[in-house]
């Protein structure tokens, strides 16, 4: 898949909204016509997909059919071979985007925590804030205890991750990353490397942040809380969307058979 | 028995010898002093580059730190000291002392820090690129603090080699702290000042290499 069949890069959505604040009335994440191969490999063939603000969209999928490369494509860990990804309605792909500017308004969240080993869970958080958004120790720590407090761990600034639970150190990777004030979340499988009584706090923390009213593209395999906590839930099979819908919907009368055959493996079927 | 103690320690000669031997320890220091942080500013350069995407920093960078340490440092300071005027460029013993010991380092430390840097999953750089952080701010507070930790009792065993080997200096003159000693010897017709200089190299890294094996047995517990 070669760069030009890349769409024209550039939008003007201030001319569409007469002047609007940038963004306005268009999706916060906004993916179309995403391509990506590894080798030979077509992992994504044509992915478009939109998140609304303040909206919580649950990506289900069998592993292999491309749902964390194309949730990895949206902060450009990976980089996409065709297509076109808008923040705000501000493209984020092609050359001229400053990829520091664009990253530090995508919060992500990693299967593995990827906390920092060295630094405690203050230091994890306002390593960014400092060096990124250059504030202040000050405000940096400030900021940082209000995060670890959303995140209920308020007393726990000053361990280190390996003085920390999975959950809790999954938590903090979340403060981590809201600590930002992020427009969009990602998160990819953020409990799939967690013992199962663990898994509560973290869906628990992103249950307060939809509340809360963050944005937030999910890659999971926790089907009761997609069902119970997500607007919308996405259904990616070989590469490609093939159906997408209210959770009820999805979770009762699939049409797709490979929703169908996913769902009744995880017995979740109607 | 007495011959021996006549010959090796010798006190009336240790101290005759003393004031030339401290020359030589300064020197052996000042040595340290030049390539010992250029060393490892080198070896850190090293690694960055033969550990870089571009293969046209890779290849070279791996090739340059394949021949270094492939070379006897003794072969090469005589070369740089002995060969290079044959090029038309004369460098005094100092000089190709830092030099030689400098490329030597740099390919040791360099491994050192590559093998740092690859302990270092990519999940660290995700999550802190995904943060907004630049590749220079990544590697700046977050790759290479734990890069050094993890290779911290290489790096300073790596530091105790370099001390000995500033004894090779002797073979071009310079005065440091074997040479001294050996001028000693060949004054007093007497080998004492060259167990006094072995006692100095032991008194200097003794502590060194025991607060190592602390360490390493902390870690490995």
């Not at chain 1, 044509?46 to 059919?65: I, P």
């Not at chain 1, 003085?163 to 999954?170: A, C, E, I, P, Y």
């Not at chain 2, 993890?150 to 370099?162: A, H």
Request: with cysteine; glycine share 8%.
């Amino acid at each position: 898949m070669s760069k030009t069949t890349t769409r024209p890069a550039v939008r003007k959505p201030e001319a569409e909204n007469g002047g609007a604040a940038p963004g306005a009335g268009r999706p916060t994440l906004e993916v179309i016509g995403l391509r990506k191969s590894f080798g030979t490999l077509e992992v994504l063939k044509n992915v478009s997909l939109a998140v609304e603000k303040s909206e919580m969209v649950f990506v289900l999928g069998r592993s292999g059919s491309g749902k964390s490369t194309m949730l990895r494509c949206c902060n450009r860990l990976e980089e996409p071979d065709a297509g076109e990804i808008l923040l705000e309605g501000q493209p984020i792909t092609g050359s001229g985007v400053n990829l520091d500017k664009v990253r530090r308004r995508i919060g992500m969240v990693f299967q593995g925590f990827n906390l920092y080993p060295h630094l405690d869970a203050r230091r994890n958080i306002t390593l960014a804030l400092r060096k990124v958004l250059k504030q202040s120790r000050d405000e940096a720590d400030t900021r940082a205890a209000a995060a670890l407090t959303r995140v209920g761990l308020a007393d726990k600034a000053g361990n280190y991750p390996s003085q920390l639970s999975g959950g809790q150190q999954q938590r903090v990777a979340i403060a981590r990353a809201i600590a930002l004030e992020p427009a969009v979340m990602l998160f990819d499988e953020p409990t799939s490397a967690l013992d199962p009584e663990l898994v509560g706090d973290v869906l628990g923390v992103m249950r307060e942040l939809k509340e809360d009213g963050m944005t937030m593209l999910v890659v999971s395999h926790e089907m009761a809380f997609a069902r119970e906590a997500a607007d919308r839930v996405v259904f990616m099979a070989d590469g490609h969307i093939v159906e997408q819908g209210p959770p009820e919907d999805l979770f009762t009368n699939p049409q797709h058979e490979s929703t169908r055959a996913f769902l009744s493996r995880y017995s979740y079927g109607p | 028995m007495d011959q021996l103690i006549q010959q090796f320690f010798n006190i009336d000669i240790m101290v005759q010898a003393l004031p030339t031997i401290l020359r030589g320890l300064g020197m052996t220091l000042l040595i340290c002093a030049v390539v010992i942080p250029l060393g490892l500013a080198g070896g850190l350069m090293a690694a960055l580059a033969s550990t870089a995407r571009s293969r046209w920093l890779r290849w070279p960078a791996v090739a340059l730190v394949d021949l270094f340490r492939a070379i006897p440092p003794l072969v090469l300071l005589i070369f740089v000291y002995a060969g290079l005027p044959f090029a038309g460029i004369r460098l005094s013993p100092f000089v190709a002392v830092a030099i030689a010991f400098l490329l030597n380092n740099s390919s040791y430390y360099g491994e050192v820090f590559r093998a740092g840097l690859i302990s270092i999953g990519k999940g660290q750089w995700e999550a802190a690129r995904s943060t907004g952080l630049t590749q220079r701010q990544t590697l700046t507070h977050v790759i290479l603090p734990q890069a050094t930790r993890n290779v911290l009792p290489d790096l300073i065993s790596n530091t105790v080699e370099v001390v000995k080997l500033t004894s090779l200096a002797s073979v071009v003159s310079l005065g440091e702290l074997l040479h001294a000693a050996d001028l000693a010897r060949s004054v007093t017709y007497n080998a004492s000042p060259l167990t006094l200089a072995a006692g100095v190299y032991l008194v200097l890294l003794w502590p060194v290499v025991r607060l190592l094996s602390r360490y390493q047995r902390r870690i490995a517990v």
